[in-house]
């Protein structure tokens, strides 16, 4: 609480020593006439001065704080009351900082209330003396800047450089995204593997967390049924659709269609990529799913399930048509005009141009299209969480209900067992490989791309 | 088919006064020839038509469906286990916060990002590896970000789960790598004149790029932005994985507090068994519908206002 004012307080600080800064700057520039930085320059370099370090130092308060708290609080003599069991004494501490922060709060243990007045004590003890740190190092900060207010100091160039290392640290934090994804997905998943040996989790064929007792574990966690799912969905029937249909739209639109027309078939295609992936999800699970059942029912199928990889792959494939689309559209422009051109002169008709001329030229840049859309298609997961169901099983029957790795790693996570449980750690060991497999997808298709624009440059 | 923006394409072979042309075979074989064409763009047609015949279909069973349910109290309400009470407000609200800390996170520290890259970067091995994170981050599966929201900042840091905090800081590190691709073709594309003119007239490189090559982007940037985050506001997959399926009554008053989110409100509505939410989910796919309508309008508006081609 008095941390968050004290917050406050520092910007304000700061204001005030913008203001400050630049009426004594405007002085000198009217006393002296040349200056090396406008007085503008001087104030930031003041203010960058007093809320920089004071930051830093709020920052480093705030993560010793509760160190300091709690070694404050064990010391108190109605620490020595406490159960020596680390479970229930954490639950307890946890229960008087809960009081401390808000009297009203009903305690489930007595002792919590004795132990929320040391907590509070402490709190507002380190509290104050945190406070007084930040100002200190604000006013130090501030007041040797401001020292430094004459004519020829470079105010400009100071200012620029802590700029500069603004937009520094904000381009880093692309990396330290991938390296939280990295870390935080091998970490969770090393703990999985202790349980179950990733040998047993990447070529088992029995998935059913469901019933895995420590007796068994290994025999519960092999996730080949939910890769081939996710295959069979993602990157067979999906394909199957947005392929053929993608690609002839890209053919028409560059190829046929006049101006007019494409600048209004374009956008219309985009609108399904714009529409959110669980509104895709309902219309599959309410509309095509029934469709595709009844259908299997009249091929005389037994018992058709309403959940089917088909409707899931189906509408995953629609969506993905205008991706494909427009990857094959690009593809299809980096080929030099003088090629289609120079088949045409020969008399070839415009569909033998596009057939034996422009699509081979073009090959490379659509295969690397196609990767990008299966890499986007297999980590797609609202459609199959609301139509593909929940059955890992083995099966090239497109009317069966199916699992990908998308489903279950929704479905090991959302329900309320412990955080460290195998099932739910199992999620990130999936995670970790649909991570691994999309990024090896989208750097060959990036790499494959690169170098095709290149050859005809 | 023979209207007059598709004549250009209709240009067959036809079969010149040589006599050689004229045999029965040569004439069959150059009709045979148009039908081929003829049949190949009909099938470029058909698959326009198809994939528009979809979008349609799913547009007109949702508004069937849903535009019974559009009323003020369902505006204004929100989640209940009766389907006549159930509102979107609610959750709606839940969206709006979620979007502004995304929005506040993700913009600026994607333009940052987007004018290091593209004006200051030294080409080192180091920022070759930001621009292939980068990269690869925008083509990284949405989920698995709701793996790191859920590893990192309710495991790790013990934010409080279901809140929009953590929604909108996992959906601004997804929507972050977007705003920088956008940023940096829009910056690139500003000529180097103008630069060279503000250097040549005393600017330092760091007025020129703040003054002069910056509000000539910005339009570009806001376009790429808002696409961003119409993307992050139909996104579900992250937001399961951090728990935002809370069942809200009220309406969540700040950023810490349980909600959901409009796109995760049509999820739980969709597995509930009794039948009034049919009515409720299309209703609410409706309201996000219009909401992203408006999104992509305003971007299409704003490039078409501002782009400038120099």
């Known amino acids: 609480m008095i941390l968050t004012g004290v917050l406050l307080a520092v910007l304000g600080l700061g204001l005030v020593g913008w203001f400050a800064a630049r009426g004594r700057a405007r002085l000198l520039h009217t006393g002296r006439g040349t200056m090396h930085s406008m007085p503008g320059y001087h104030a930031w370099h003041v203010a960058l001065w007093i809320v920089v370090p004071a930051l830093i130092a709020w920052g480093a308060w705030q993560a010793i704080m509760p160190g300091l708290v709690d070694g404050a609080v064990m010391a108190d003599p109605a620490a020595a009351q406490l159960p020596a069991d680390p479970m229930s004494r954490a639950a307890i501490l946890a229960e008087a900082k809960a009081i401390a922060d808000n009297p009203d709060t009903v305690a489930f243990n007595p002792l919590s209330n004795a132990m929320s007045v040391p907590v509070r004590d402490a709190h507002s003890r380190f509290g104050l003396i945190g406070a007084l740190l930040v100002a200190i190092v604000a006013l130090a900060g501030g007041g040797w800047a401001f020292t430094r207010i004459r004519a020829n100091f470079p105010a400009r160039t100071q200012v620029e450089r802590g700029i500069l290392a603004l937009l520094l640290i904000a381009s880093l934090m692309a990396i330290l995204t991938t390296f939280g994804i990295v870390g935080s997905l091998l970490f969770e998943a090393g703990l999985f593997f202790r349980d179950v040996s990733p040998i047993d989790f990447l070529t088992g064929i029995h998935w059913s967390p469901g019933n895995a007792r420590s007796d068994n574990l290994a025999d519960s966690f092999g996730a080949v049924p939910l890769f081939w799912g996710t295959i069979y969905i993602g990157a067979i029937i999906a394909m199957i659709v947005a392929i053929p249909l993608g690609l002839m739209s890209a053919v028409y639109l560059t190829q046929y269609a006049s101006s007019t027309v494409r600048k209004w078939l374009k956008p219309m295609l985009e609108i399904l990529a714009g529409i959110p992936t669980v509104v895709y999800g309902y219309f599959a699970a309410l509309t095509v799913a029934p469709i595709f059942r009844d259908f299997a029912g009249s091929l005389g199928m037994a018992n058709p399930s309403t959940e089917s990889a088909l409707a899931a792959g189906v509408v995953m494939g629609v969506m993905i048509i205008p991706f494909v689309s427009s990857m094959a559209d690009d593809a299809l422009a980096a080929v030099p005009r003088a090629m289609s051109d120079g088949s045409l002169a020969m008399g070839a008709t415009r569909s033998e141009t596009i057939k034996k001329v422009l699509l081979p030229a073009a090959l490379p840049g659509i295969v690397a299209g196609v990767m990008l859309a299966v890499s986007r298609a297999i980590g797609e997961t609202m459609i199959v969480v609301m139509a593909a169901g929940a059955a890992a099983r083995l099966s090239l029957n497109p009317f069966d209900s199916m699992t990908t790795v998308t489903y279950q790693i929704v479905q090991m996570l959302t329900g309320d067992q412990e955080f460290n449980s195998p099932k739910t750690l199992s999620a990130f060991a999936l995670g970790l490989v649909l991570f691994i497999v999309t990024l090896i997808l989208n750097i060959i298709a990036l790499r494959v791309v690169k170098r095709f624009r290149e050859a005809y440059e | ?310």
Not at chain 2, 211 to 236: K, S
Not at chain 2, 247 to 268: E, N, Y
């Open chain 2, 1 to 310: 088919m023979s209207n007059a923006g598709l004549s250009n394409a209709r240009s067959g072979i036809e079969p010149l006064g040589n006599a050689r042309w004229q045999t029965p075979e040569a004439k069959r074989r150059i009709a045979r020839r148009n039908a081929a064409e003829r049949r190949f763009k009909l099938i470029g047609l058909g698959a326009i038509a198809l994939s528009l015949a979809f979008l349609a279909l799913l547009l007109v069973i949702m508004l069937k469906n849903g535009l019974g349910g559009l009323d003020w109290n369902f505006l204004s309400g929100s989640d209940s286990t009766d389907p006549d009470i159930a509102g979107v407000w609610g959750a709606a609200k839940g969206s709006l916060l979620t979007m502004l800390v995304t929005l506040l996170l993700s913009f600026p520290m994607g333009v940052l990002a987007a004018i290091y890259l593209e004006e200051f970067a030294p080409r080192s091995r180091w920022i070759e590896w930001i621009e292939v994170s980068i990269n690869n981050l925008a083509a990284v599966p949405s989920i698995i970000f709701g793996l790191l929201g859920l590893a990192v900042f309710i495991n790790t840091l013990g934010m409080p789960r279901s809140s929009p905090l953590v929604g909108g800081l996992t959906l601004a590190l997804m929507t972050m790598p977007v705003i920088v691709i956008s940023g940096r073709n829009a910056i690139k594309a500003v000529p180097p004149s103008i630069r060279d003119a503000a250097l040549a007239i005393g600017a330092s490189k760091m007025q020129t790029v703040f003054h002069h090559v910056l509000p000539l982007a910005l339009p570009g940037i806001l376009t790429g932005t808002i696409i961003g985050m119409a993307r992050a506001l139909g996104e579900t997959a992250p937001l399961l994985m951090i728990g935002m399926r809370a069942f809200v009554v009220t309406p969540p008053g700040g950023i810490t507090d349980p909600s959901s989110v409009l796109p995760m409100q049509i999820f739980l509505w969709s597995d509930e068994i009794k039948s009034g939410f049919v009515q409720n989910t299309s209703a609410a796919i409706i309201v996000l519908l219009i909401f992203l309508l408006a999104m992509n309008g305003l971007a299409i508006y704003l490039r078409n206002k501002f782009e400038v081609r120099w």
